[in-house]
């Protein structure tokens, strides 16, 4: 069964701190990867997407195919970083001939910056 | 370019009656993701839909929800027969399929729904 699992529902760090939040996938195929971010009162955005290899806001995404995890890193944590995360694989598919896409997104974690 | 609509923001209901939640996608984008986000929770997948198709329901109650996405028109999240645990948020993505890699989810700010 395809399953992406984020193990914290809430992690907390003060400023400054280096912050891990760990995502692990379980996908029969290969799956782009994506993270995406809920700030207080505002809609969901993309965070950053594997594919591009990008670094958004200071963090950086590794995927580690061996381990299946997509684990989204900052160095040093700021207070504006505080918001829900969610990990989120893409994977295409085929219906009738057609091609079409889908995310997933795993169960988010609150991350919480405290000065 | 408005970015992803959806209305009303806040939407009460009585028990027994019914919910229609819309959005309009981006301008350019043929699909659209429902998704629901129950109080402390994550965001749960409902519905994908492609203009006049459903691509994927899993996500959807088996009763009372349907979805559309007409010719014509935003989509439509009908809830019929509301009940208490139905109060949740829900929110609209679209997305226009071209690549895997380029494929983006842009999400509306949701509709807040409560059941009284």
């Known amino acids: 069964a395809q399953r992406v699992t984020q193990p914290e529902k809430l992690l907390s760090v003060f400023k400054g701190a280096p912050v891990e939040l760990k995502c692990n996938y379980s996908?029969?195929?290969?799956?782009?990867l994506f993270w995406y971010v809920q700030y207080s009162r505002q809609r969901l955005q993309l965070l950053l997407r594997?594919?591009s290899r990008e670094s958004i806001k200071g963090f950086t995404a590794d995927l580690n195919k061996g381990e299946t995890s997509f684990h989204l890193k900052k160095p040093f944590a700021q207070e504006e970083d505080s918001a829900m995360y969610y990990c989120a694989p893409f994977l295409g598919f085929n219906a009738g001939g057609t091609s079409y896409g889908k995310l997933t997104f795993g169960q988010g974690t609150i991350l919480t910056v405290h000065p | 370019n408005a970015g992803v609509m959806q209305n009303p923001r806040h939407l009460v209901r009585r028990r027994g009656q019914e919910a229609r939640l819309r959005c309009s996608p981006m301008k350019g984008h043929s699909h659209v993701y429902w998704y629901r986000q129950l109080p402390e929770e994550g965001l749960k997948f409902m519905v994908y839909?492609?203009?006049?198709?459903?691509?994927?329901e899993s996500g959807m109650p088996k009763e009372r929800f349907s979805a559309e996405f007409p010719k014509e028109g935003p989509s439509i999240l009908r809830i019929q027969q509301v009940v208490r645990g139905d109060s949740a948020a829900y929110f609209c993505?679209?997305?226009?399929?071209?690549?895997?890699?380029?494929?983006?989810?842009?999400f509306g700010p949701g509709t807040r729904l409560t059941v009284l």
């Open positions: 839909l492609q203009k006049e198709n459903i691509i994927d």
């Open positions: 594997h594919i």
């Open positions: 996908y029969s195929g290969s799956p782009e």
């Open positions: 993505a679209s997305s226009t399929w071209d690549r895997p890699s380029t494929d983006t989810q842009y």
